[in-house]
């Protein structure tokens, strides 16, 4: 197996437009929800404040500057020729096309280049790549998805290194509507986990990984990582469009064979990083997951009250956060949560630990079941 590791993160998050500023206001326990009238209805969502103005759509902006600071990071020049990219999405261009509809867009002469995979092809032209080049639409596993197809580029050889990440922005009248209409937007904000939870929050932004081999990151003298992408498993329930399996047999299964890939058992997991939207059947289900599965209570996190549901993009943005508590050995909040509706180790404050391997789980709309595992380098 080839070492594959992470050595950039680019974020922008309702609570934080870079990667340290979204961490730290995690670590302080705040959250970017607010209620707010939008399209003549009062709902709570997580909005990506003070953007620069532009002409741009919002998820090109999003995956744009979050490439950008991953590039940075990772001590790269933004000319990255035989650099794959994966870059998924859930509802890519929805915004765009609502406002086309509605005949207040500047694209109506140019819809092309907002098909889904445009999203990725605009990276592609960024960094001026001809490597492969992917769009993984997964539903809200969509970001675990392009992490996992990432990885495989590596580990075939097909190249060295590779941007691995996920974009939304659809906090839009038609997803709003869709999500009122399956009675999953919460009233007054995310409580994931807890006995008050009441829905989702919609949120948006991106997340961005340098995914490189030890043997690329050598040559070139780049010796800082935030951890090591080990495996991922990836099933589906084939049960409802929606609903997940209450039975999480198929979840269950790339639990298992996520962990079976890394040679690691379950009681080598030290941090799980939950889906954990705050919606009653979604909760009830991972969490007796991770009860039948994890009896030496792992430290349990859940950062969706922080940053809201950014559908597609929320796997990369935990995925980030999961690889930070790697690097620097701290537990971020389960912020949002009140009165825990589930026994289960979920981490009330931030607090420093010893953690070698995490977890990072996605669920997503059509039975969708993604994990990752990451452990320290």
Same mark, same amino acid.
Not at 14 to 24: K, N, V, Y
Not at 73 to 86: F, K, Q
Not at 157 to 177: K, Q
């Given at each position: 197996?080839?070492?594959? !590791? ?14 340290? &500023?979204? $961490?730290?206001?995690?670590? =302080? ?25 532009? #002409? /741009? ?21 933004? !000319? ?9 999405? =859930? ?5 765009? $096309? ?6 207040? *867009? ?10 889904? #995979? ?10 001026? &790549? ?23 580029? %590596? ?14 922005? @659809? ?16 009233? &007054? *904000? ?18 961005? !990984? ?17 951890? /090591? ?29 996520? !962990? ?5 058992? &379950?009681?080598?997991?030290? %941090? ?46 935990? @995925?980030?956060?999961?690889?930070? #508590? ?35 789980? =996605? ?15």
């Amino acid at each position: 197996m080839i070492k594959v !590791l992470v050595s950039g993160i680019g974020m922008v998050t309702a609570i934080g437009q870079d990667r340290e &500023t979204s $961490w730290a206001n995690l670590l =302080s326990g705040k959250s970017g929800i607010e209620l707010a009238e939008i399209y003549g209805m009062r709902v709570p969502i997580a909005r990506v404040n003070n953007l620069s103005s532009s #002409s /741009q759509p919002r998820v090109e902006r999003f995956i744009q500057q979050a490439v950008q600071e991953a590039i940075d990071d990772a001590n790269l020049s933004i !000319l990255l020729p035989n650099c794959g990219v994966v870059i998924g999405s =859930s509802r890519a261009y929805q915004q765009e $096309w609502e406002k086309i509809l509605e005949n207040r *867009g500047d694209h109506q002469g140019n819809w092309l280049n907002l098909l889904p #995979s445009s999203l990725s092809s605009s990276v592609a032209a960024l960094i001026q &790549t001809q490597q492969t080049v992917l769009a993984p639409m997964a539903a809200c596993a969509s970001a675990n998805w392009s992490i996992a197809q990432a990885y495989e580029l %590596l580990q075939t050889g097909e190249c060295e290194m590779s941007i691995a990440g996920a974009v939304d922005a @659809a906090i839009t009248p038609l997803s709003i509507a869709g999500f009122r209409r399956l009675g999953s937007i919460a009233k &007054t *904000g995310a409580y994931p986990f807890s006995r008050e939870r009441e829905g989702l929050v919609l949120g948006e932004g991106a997340a961005v !990984l340098i995914l490189e081999t030890e043997a690329s990151m050598q040559r070139r003298g780049h010796h800082r990582s935030y951890g /090591q992408v080990l495996s991922f498993g990836l099933t589906n329930d084939a049960y409802h469009p929606t609903t997940p399996d209450p039975n999480h047999e198929q979840a269950a299964i790339a639990v298992r064979s996520c !962990l079976e890939r890394a040679g690691l058992s &379950t009681q080598d997991v030290d %941090l799980i990083n939950t889906h954990g939207t705050a919606t009653m059947l979604n909760d009830a289900t991972e969490a007796a997951l991770i009860e039948q599965l994890f009896p030496h209570r792992p430290a349990i996190g859940a950062t969706k009250g922080a940053t809201g549901h950014a559908l597609g993009a929320t796997g990369s943005i935990e @995925a980030a956060f999961c690889l930070m #508590s790697l690097q620097r050995q701290i537990l971020p909040p389960c912020v949002g949560m009140r009165s825990p509706a589930f026994d289960l180790n979920f981490i009330k404050q931030t607090q420093t630990a010893k953690i070698s391997t995490a977890l990072s789980f =996605s669920f997503g709309f059509g039975g969708q079941n993604a994990v990752i595992a990451f452990a320290r380098s």
